[in-house]
């Protein structure tokens, strides 16, 4: 859904055309997207009850419930991937949201006051021609509100400004997904008793969810359903991660942007056949692309993991502007480490616990020392050169860790540098400095090269 | 008089040489707590001295190696302060707190310290979940276990209750302060009350008992009536402002009737139940006063900041608000557009001050306070009228 923008001054960019080489099979995505969007749009003409959510991959309740659900960052990232995030930002200005705070919400709650503007007006007062329009006018209102964001105040707090924003009206159910901090002496990666207690707190809040649904709904919540959705999710996660683990070869036949486009399916979208579709397709390419010897980037030199959230904005961008130079972004935290994991943990007669304990691993939700021994475990894995971090501005739940990252990638013999950028503000970009920088990282890793 | 407030701000100021000198003469572990929501009571019934870890002075050189610049000044100055062996006389650190930047925090001071113990169990952030005194209970308990594992001591239950009560006298003593000065009965310069709290998150609680017993006697009391325009503090999370911002607001003819600052009213609001058992109270104390009092890091849906705000400068018969916020402090930017959107409505006169750990430009700050004060002096006269 992302489209490279123009960028005249850019050095990297300019040296010869388009040089990543994007999955053909993640365009199904696209279409799936769209389709999941209209779906949305036209919500209450189907008479469905519509939800919106913030924070973990919980569609799976929504949907075995026979509920519309929008989920906040993803409305931000794809009004920011269409370059259509500008509107609201300044919304959310003009009411005095200041620019620091993180950008996903500020675009999700300015586009909310466009709404209520136009709801409150009668009339969007705006001109037909406004490209805003489009997008502006279908977004349905809640009727429920569902917060469940790991690890970070901001996350949680977004959604209680929805909820203050709708005149704290539509029932809202806030999930507490707390930091695992692993400090206890028997704390390791999904291991201990901080991590068994806390994967008990939150099944328990999320079969509380399963409560609040049915009773603003008015229709009893159907388990054996939400088993069958968790089928397809658990079907498509283990093909997702089958394929992944097959870009260990050189060259790697896909790259953490392939990665990135196809976080929308298994982040939000329906769990239906559909998913595992896009994933049996997405690993079938792999694998041909495998066979052949073929790479996401033809001539890769240097292969990168990306740590940091995405820079919604630039997707296509910063996919052209590694590939320009050899290096295939090959993996990244974002990516890697997130979205349904560890789908084994999911029992699909009472899939309840192991959903919990796929939210409470998401990769930011773990102290320091255990999320970055698996960022070492997946640079091992996939013979990482160089770990690349985003340091988006407004996102600190992805930047706190980032030094510690960057030293442990030094520590592991592997090259770093940081760009300044943001989720969805654009205007946080600096692409002279991410130039200078990975030029930088190129030399010195040719450097390591020639000294070997 | 003023010899209290100035031996509490030597505490105040330097409080991890207070710490040492603590720990020197009693042998005994020092704790430092990370905000705000933290009960010191349960470190002190372990025998151990609660420190708040304050932002010092220091202009933040070595920690921006490890945080970004886009962080509040209190993580950089924990941080910094961290880098520079400031905290190496702790004995651990404790915290259960929600702020993302502080978790990034917690984080750099275990890889830079790894044998400092850091006790981190976090408090249910829902407080109207059905399950937050439940979840608020065990936490509180896990932090029992663990501290008597850090001591090698039991804690006894009455030594907790026995230091809930020594804390809510404490409170209690700041509080009747507080009143003293809403009631205009005193007069303490904003930068002085600051000291008065600020002390009380450092020191020793029988000492500072001992020093507010001092002071409640023997400040001079004053017919209420001042010429100076009455007005309302509110904000800055986590740490106290910079004194000179209070005094440059108060060189502009401006009297602070009260205030809902961390290193304040948030502070001291709210008392522990010393009828129920040390952990039940402990518990209800930490859901009850967020609801009290909003908080910007908790998810409530009753209670709003701006309804709180309105309701107390109505009681302390402020003319007009001064919003305190730190820069980039993301729990404080999601709520401040409400306050400024329920002031504008009532037409009361507002300003907000955002404050930085670096330098800021205080002549031009002077400017804009001496304008606020101008129109609320114009509110004064038209209310008069
Ligand atoms: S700051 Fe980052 S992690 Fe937190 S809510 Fe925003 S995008 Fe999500
Ligand atoms: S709540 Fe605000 S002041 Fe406190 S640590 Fe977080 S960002 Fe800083």
């Given at each position: 859904m992302e489209t490279v923008s123009e960028m005249p001054n850019s050095k990297i960019i300019s040296a010869g055309g388009p040089k990543a080489n994007k999955l053909k099979s993640t365009k199904f995505g696209g279409k799936l997207?769209?389709?999941?969007?209209?779906?949305?749009?036209?919500?209450?003409?189907?008479?469905?009850?519509?939800?919106w959510y913030n924070g973990t991959y919980i569609p799976p309740f929504f949907h075995a419930h026979d509920l519309v659900w929008v989920h906040g960052e993803a409305w931000a990232a794809m009004l920011a991937a269409r370059h259509r995030e500008i509107g609201a930002q300044a919304r959310g200005e003009q009411y005095g949201y200041d620019r620091e705070l993180c950008s996903y919400a500020r675009t999700h709650i300015g586009q909310m006051l466009i709404e209520l503007d136009r709801v409150r007006s009668g009339d969007h007062g705006m001109d037909p021609d406004d490209p805003r329009l489009e997008t502006m006018l279908k977004l349905p209102a809640p009727d429920m509100i569902v917060n469940a964001y790991p690890y970070c105040s901001s996350g949680q707090q977004w959604d209680d400004i929805t909820y203050r924003n709708f005149g704290k009206k539509v029932p809202m159910f806030t999930i507490q997904i707390p930091l695992l901090w692993g400090g206890r002496p028997d704390a390791g990666y999904m291991q201990g008793e901080e991590w068994e207690q806390r994967s008990k707190y939150v099944a328990e809040q999320l079969l509380e969810l399963t409560r609040f649904l049915a009773e603003h709904t008015g229709r009893k919540y159907d388990y054996d359903r939400l088993g069958e959705t968790m089928t397809?999710?658990?079907?498509?996660?283990?093909?997702?991660?089958?394929?992944?683990?097959?870009?260990?070869?050189?060259?790697?036949?896909?790259?953490?942007?392939?990665?990135?486009?196809?976080?929308?399916?298994?982040n939000f979208l329906p769990g239906d056949q559909n998913l595992v579709t896009y994933f049996e397709g997405v690993k079938a390419e792999i694998a041909e692309r495998v066979k052949a010897g073929q790479g996401a980037v033809p001539n890769e030199k240097y292969r990168l993991f990306f740590d940091g959230m995405m820079n919604w904005n630039k997707v296509g961008w910063l996919a052209e502007k590694f590939a320009a130079v050899d290096a295939c972004v090959v993996a990244g935290r974002y990516t890697h480490m997130s979205f349904w994991q560890e789908p084994q943990l999911i029992d699909l007669g009472d899939p309840i616990l192991g959903m919990a304990q796929n939210y409470l691993i998401c990769p930011n939700n773990h102290g320091a020392p255990i999320m970055i021994g698996e960022i070492e475990k997946l640079c091992d894995k996939f013979d990482i050169d160089g770990v690349v971090c985003h340091a988006s501005r407004t996102c600190r739940g992805m930047t706190n860790s980032q030094f510690l990252i960057a030293d442990s990638a030094k520590k592991y013999g592997r090259q770093s540098m940081f760009?300044?950028?943001?989720?969805?503000?654009?205007?946080?970009?600096?692409?002279?400095?991410?130039?200078?920088?990975?030029?930088?990282?190129?030399?010195?890793?040719?450097?390591?090269?020639?000294?070997? | 008089m003023q010899q209290i407030p100035d031996q509490m701000r030597q505490a105040a100021d330097a409080p991890l040489d207070y710490a040492a000198a603590w720990k020197a003469r009693t042998g005994r572990p020092v704790i430092g707590l990370l905000p705000m929501n933290f009960p010191g009571e349960l470190a002190h019934a372990a025998g151990c001295l609660p420190t708040l870890l304050q932002e010092d002075d220091e202009p933040i050189t070595i920690g921006q190696s490890n945080m970004f610049n886009f962080y509040c000044g209190y993580n950089r100055s924990i941080v910094d302060q961290t880098m520079r062996g400031r905290f190496d006389g702790l004995d651990a650190i404790m915290f259960g707190d929600h702020c993302v930047q502080l978790l990034g925090t917690a984080d750099i001071i275990r890889?830079?310290?790894?044998?400092?113990?850091?006790?981190?169990?976090?408090?249910?952030?829902?407080?109207?979940a059905g399950w937050a005194m439940r979840e608020t209970r065990g936490t509180f308990s896990q932090i029992w276990k663990e501290l008597e594992a850090l001591t090698g001591e039991a804690i006894d239950p009455a030594a907790a209750a026995q230091s809930i009560r020594l804390f809510n006298r404490n409170r209690a003593q700041i509080r009747a302060?507080?009143?003293?000065?809403?009631?205009?009965?005193?007069?303490?310069?904003?930068?002085?009350?600051?000291?008065?709290?600020?002390?009380?998150?450092?020191?020793?609680?029988?000492e500072h008992v001992s020093l507010m017993d001092l002071l409640l006697r023997d400040m001079p009391r004053q017919a209420p009536g001042s010429g100076d325009l009455p007005i309302y503090l509110s904000g800055h999370m986590c740490h106290a402002p910079k004194p000179e911002i209070i005094d440059l607001i108060e060189e502009c003819g401006i009297r602070i009737v009260n205030d809902d600052l961390f290193t304040g009213w948030r502070f001291v609001h709210a008392d522990m139940d010393e009828s129920l058992a040390p952990v039940e109270a402990m518990a209800s104390w930490y859901i009850e006063k967020n609801r009290s009092l909003p908080c910007p890091t908790r998810a409530i849906k009753g209670k709003d900041w701006q309804d709180y705000l309105l309701v107390e400068l109505e009681n302390s018969g402020a003319l007009g608000l001064v919003v305190l916020m730190v820069k980039f402090c993301e729990p404080h930017m999601y709520f401040y557009p409400e306050i400024k959107a329920a002031f504008d409505e009532k037409a009361i006169p507002h300003l907000l001050i955002e404050t930085e750990h670096e330098q800021m430009p205080l002549e031009a700050l002077k400017t804009r306070v001496e304008t606020f004060a101008e129109i609320v002096r114009r509110r004064a006269t038209a209310l008069a009228a």
């Open positions: 997207v769209s389709e999941y969007w209209e779906s949305v749009f036209r919500a209450k003409e189907a008479g469905k009850k519509v939800v397809y999710v658990k079907k498509a996660a283990e093909l997702r991660l089958e394929a992944m683990d097959m870009c260990q070869v050189h060259p790697s036949p896909a790259s953490f942007f392939d990665w990135i486009v196809s976080i929308a399916p298994v760009f300044e950028g943001d989720v969805a503000d654009e205007s946080f970009y600096k692409d002279e400095l991410l130039n200078i920088r990975l030029e930088a990282m190129i030399e010195s890793m040719d450097a390591k090269r020639r000294a070997a | 890889a830079e310290k790894p044998d400092l113990p850091i006790l981190f169990n976090q408090l249910c952030t829902v407080l109207d302060l507080y009143d003293l000065r809403r009631r205009g009965e005193v007069s303490i310069s904003g930068r002085d009350m600051q000291a008065v709290v600020k002390s009380s998150m450092v020191m020793d609680k029988d």
